[in-house]
């Protein structure tokens, strides 16, 4: 599929359930993500529970802007109430039925990890459900 009927076929909107992983030997984080896509550009906010820090298990919340060209998505998120937290970059692929995201974040001249992002009742959360009712 070309670039261009790829931008008009996908459409990121949604709810999205997530987990990012840090570099080191620190857990990885679940958040929740609402997008809002409108000719390719992303917008939308982010929430999770704090793992260290002051904030640690508070719920804290950020906002992202972003693009999505083809299969390619980047964004930004900043924290709202965590003026500390660094601006995060996000890189990713979105998968071939637009329902996973996946990719590296980066605090620049910091750390770096990955992330995979779920569509919240998208077709791979079907197939989870499906094999965990199976077994």
């Known amino acids: 599929m070309r670039s261009h009927d790829l931008n008009r076929a996908l459409n990121l909107s949604g709810v999205w359930r997530g987990q990012f992983d840090y570099p080191r030997k620190l857990p990885p984080v ?3 993500a609402t997008l809002e896509e409108n000719d ?3 917008v939308g906010a982010t929430e999770e529970i704090a793992s260290f820090g002051d ?5 804290i919340t950020a906002i992202i802007q972003g693009r999505r060209s083809g299969a390619s998505v ?3 998120k900043l ?3 965590a003026p500390h937290f660094h601006a ?3 890189a990713g692929v979105v998968s071939d039925d637009g ?3 996946s990719g590296r974040w980066t605090v620049p001249g910091s750390w770096s990890g990955t992330f995979l992002m779920i569509r919240e ?3 791979a959360v079907a197939r989870v459900r499906e094999a965990t009712e199976t077994v």
């Open 40 to 42: 390719s550009r992303l």
């Open 55 to 59: 904030e640690r298990g508070v719920t």
């Open 79 to 81: 924290y709202d109430q």
């Open 121 to 123: 009742g998208g077709r």
């Open 30 to 32: 679940a958040f929740s």
């Open 74 to 76: 980047t964004w930004l």
């Open 88 to 90: 995060v970059q996000y």
């Open 99 to 101: 329902d996973e995201i």
